[in-house]
């Protein structure tokens, strides 16, 4: 109907808008910030896009034309998730395009550093979608990290085919592709290295994967890391070579010394 408030300031969509006919306004408060017509050809004419997409509150009320009658097409949120069923890769796609509309990448950086949104309405906009990407990552590395400790390789890959960064770290900076050693999942393992996971990031104790699969006498994740040319990066190599020959552990100390750690070094009390 004209002057119709079909979307409101505040709300999280539930539904997407194509303005199939006649035009449609875009308000902060009272004021019209933006036009959205359905008879431009080279204009985009969908409504709600940011916080159907991405689950954040509208940053704007829409309201239809006073004038006359205006057409909607309507996509709902039930039958999206049936059609994004069907193709995944399209979701990210359609992110991915989203994003780039605000100068941002899939996990809220920047894609050219230092351009400025001059447009105060979209730098809201911005912000709200930085937070709410940040918040997906966080929510992204939490899923992954529990299937790559479970072992579930399906799972694993279906995050990644959604976006899930293979290299976000936990608060001791331990990777997915750590946990994924220091349990022992081969596959998992094999996966994250597929896909580009860092080799030889070190956690905050100083601990490669290759490391912790050592640690853990994980051997055949160790064959398959050593066989990717992982390093170990140990802080301590004398220490770790002392406790392995003590210990009886053939496998890890023959490790060691393959990787070119001194035999003639000494531990802490110099033995």
Request: with cysteine; hydrophobic share 40%; net charge negative.
């Amino acid at each position: 109907m004209p002057g119709e408030e079909f979307v409101r300031c505040g709300d999280v969509a539930r539904e997407l808008y194509f303005v199939a006919d006649g035009f449609v306004h875009l308000l902060e408060g009272l004021e019209v910030k933006r036009e959205i017509r359905g008879d431009v050809a080279d204009m985009a004419s969908i409504v709600g896009e940011v916080s159907f997409f991405l689950g954040i509150p509208q940053s704007q009320t829409a309201r239809t034309s006073v004038d006359a009658d205006v057409r909607l097409l309507v996509l709902t949120t039930e039958n999206s998730e049936k059609l994004l069923g069907q193709y995944p890769e399209q979701q990210e796609l359609i992110l991915k395009n989203i994003l780039a509309s605000y100068n941002l990448d899939s996990h809220g950086r920047d894609l050219i550093e230092g351009q400025e949104e001059e447009d105060t309405s979209r730098q809201l906009q911005r912000e709200s979608i930085v937070l709410a990407m940040k918040r997906r990552d966080t929510e992204a590395f939490a899923a992954l990290s529990h299937a790559a400790t479970l072992g579930d390789v399906e799972e694993v890959r279906r995050l990644i085919r959604r976006g899930a960064d293979v290299n976000s770290a936990n608060y001791d900076m331990r990777t997915v592709l750590h946990m994924a050693c220091s349990e022992g999942n081969l596959r998992v393992v094999e996966v994250l290295l597929e896909h580009g996971a860092a080799k030889n990031l070190k956690s905050r104790w100083g601990n490669t994967p290759l490391s912790e699969a050592i640690h853990d006498k994980q051997a055949h994740v160790v064959q398959e890391l050593v066989k990717h040319q992982c390093q170990l990066c140990l802080d301590d190599p004398a220490g770790e070579m002392c406790e392995f020959a003590s210990q009886g552990d053939i496998d890890n100390l023959t490790l060691l010394l393959t990787n070119g750690v001194d035999p003639n070094q000494g531990d802490y009390d110099g033995r």
